[in-house]
């Protein structure tokens, strides 16, 4: 890593510094900055003395001097973003280096009234047609008081992306939102701090894919924010790719708030990063919500994935439904902690949540911890955490079918993960991340298998 004389939160006041010298605005924004960093440095960078962060020790990110990334030169960026985009969306948003490109973009296709652009664009002009949803949304569900990572990508808050859909409209072709990082090699740590704002109104339905990818061997930090706001009977289907460098640490949090008949599904799935720290906290706040949050996750060497999630049940007649399943190998480490709070008038909840990992090594690590708080009497709630191995007697089943070791171990494998790959509903998009998994098992060889069940010898975690 880079040796810096510059101490980490003396870097970090210097990028607030420099946002504030350069960067639009308009309104209050100047003022919810400076509270934004006021806040950030009162809470610190979070340490394992946190309980939500007892198992994720985040020293290296602490440690480490991280200077906002330089704007990408502008002829690089197709050929920056190319590696990391999924084909079979319709528009596409691309950020390099946390600053909206937009001969790397295409917004074309979309129906009219959907307002889809740079968050920057939106703060520096009335005019622009998401500016009122930036002007009633922004920071609205993110709330600076919360985590200490939250409020410092609110600090340093200057681009991103915006998507209003306006009522009774149908986004038919999924939109991208590409963010990308290009560290010079062997230069100082970068860091981008991307925004995205998702307003979807009454009855709107759209689809989007936030994906975040990174190069090079030099250490980098994301550190992401996405609001999502549904209207009545809204419909909003969300898919996640974290793609980030070995060298890169993510950190990121989505907020939610469903209105009534609302029905909302993320879908993340994380196959890069040292250091990955996802947060999901959602709020149904209006009878008959329906709320999805599945994950996937593949690590090893010494990589860290740490999923959160919270679900609100604020009102009744809601439901909500959680899988993740986690694939560690060699000294690889997973944490998942999943809280489902039913307030006092949520009668009629329904939440369902599960947490499934696989474990290929014997120095491979799960903490995993399921929580419910239950104010409410008339309500279904399960949850279920299991760790295990691969089953020894279905690898001797296809060893004797001629397989080697290595190909019986990556078919259990994909069998494992096929289960949360098969709920994306954009054919494109499943195949894409299929292949992406299928590269990274031990011993793939390149193939694709189809094979059913689990593979999966649980025991109760």
């Known amino acids: 890593m880079p040796v810096t004389d510059v101490a980490p939160l003396d870097a970090l006041t210097d990028a607030c510094e420099a946002v504030r010298r350069t960067a639009p605005s308009p309104g209050g924004i100047a003022d919810l900055r400076r509270r934004a960093f006021e806040r950030f440095a009162a809470l610190g960078i979070p340490t394992t003395r946190l309980e939500r962060w007892r198992f994720t020790n985040i020293a290296p990110i602490a440690n480490t001097a991280f200077t906002l990334a330089a704007p990408a030169d502008r002829a690089a960026a197709r050929v920056d973003a190319a590696p990391h985009a999924l084909t079979g969306a319709g528009a596409r948003l691309t950020f390099i280096n946390g600053r909206y490109v937009a001969g790397a973009s295409d917004l074309a296709g979309l129906p009219?009234?959907?307002?889809?652009?740079?968050?920057?664009?939106?703060?520096?002009?009335?005019?622009?047609?998401?500016?009122?949803?930036?002007?009633t949304h922004l920071a609205a569900e993110a709330a600076i008081d919360g985590e200490a990572f939250t409020a410092l990508n609110t600090a340093l808050l200057q681009d991103g992306a915006v998507v209003h859909v306006p009522a009774n409209t149908v986004v038919e072709q999924p939109i991208q939102l590409l963010f990308v990082t290009t560290p010079p090699d062997g230069g100082a740590p970068v860091m981008t701090h991307p925004r995205v704002l998702i307003v979807a109104g009454e009855n709107a339905q759209v689809r989007l894919v936030e994906s975040y990818g990174g190069g090079g061997e030099s250490p980098y930090l994301t550190n992401a924010v996405t609001e999502v706001v549904a209207g009545p009977a809204a419909v909003v289907d969300h898919y996640k790719v974290v793609r980030e460098s070995l060298a890169?640490?993510?950190?990121?949090?989505?907020h939610l708030r469903l209105a009534r008949a609302a029905s909302f599904s993320s879908h993340a799935v994380t196959l890069g990063g040292a250091i990955v720290r996802n947060d999901a906290d959602a709020t149904l706040d209006g009878e008959g919500v329906d709320c999805t949050l599945n994950g996937l996750y593949l690590a090893n060497g010494r990589r860290l994935i740490d999923n959160h999630t919270t679900i609100r049940h604020a009102s009744p007649?809601?439901?909500?439904?959680?899988?993740?399943?986690?694939?560690?190998?060699?000294?690889?480490?997973?944490?998942?902690?999943?809280?489902?709070?039913?307030?006092?008038?949520?009668?009629?909840?329904?939440?369902?949540?599960?947490?499934?990992?696989?474990?290929?090594s014997e120095d491979?690590?799960?903490?995993t911890k399921p929580e419910l708080e239950i104010f409410a009497d008339d309500v279904k709630c399960t949850h279920g955490a299991t760790v295990g191995q691969l089953d020894e007697d279905a690898l001797f089943y296809l060893r004797a079918r001629g397989l080697a070791e290595g190909q019986a171990r990556s078919v259990l494998i994909h069998?494992?993960?096929?289960?949360?790959?098969?709920?994306?509903?954009?054919?494109?998009?499943?195949?894409?991340?299929?292949?992406?998994?299928?590269?990274?098992?031990?011993?793939?060889?390149?193939?694709?298998?189809?094979v059913g069940g689990d593979g999966l010898d649980e025991q109760s975690g």
């Open 317 to 360: 007649h809601c439901s909500s439904h959680e899988l993740y399943k986690g694939i560690l190998d060699d000294e690889a480490r997973a944490v998942f902690n999943g809280k489902i709070v039913v307030a006092i008038d949520a009668q009629k909840t329904d939440a369902k949540q599960t947490n499934k990992a696989l474990l290929l």
């Open 248 to 254: 890169g640490y993510h950190i990121a949090a989505m």
């Open 364 to 367: 491979a690590q799960i903490n």
């Open 112 to 135: 009219d009234g959907v307002a889809v652009g740079s968050l920057a664009a939106a703060l520096e002009s009335e005019a622009a047609p998401a500016r009122p949803a930036v002007d």
């Open 415 to 450: 069998a494992f993960a096929s289960d949360l790959l098969n709920r994306i509903a954009v054919d494109s998009i499943r195949a894409q991340l299929d292949d992406l998994l299928l590269r990274q098992l031990p011993g793939a060889g390149g193939g694709s298998f189809e």
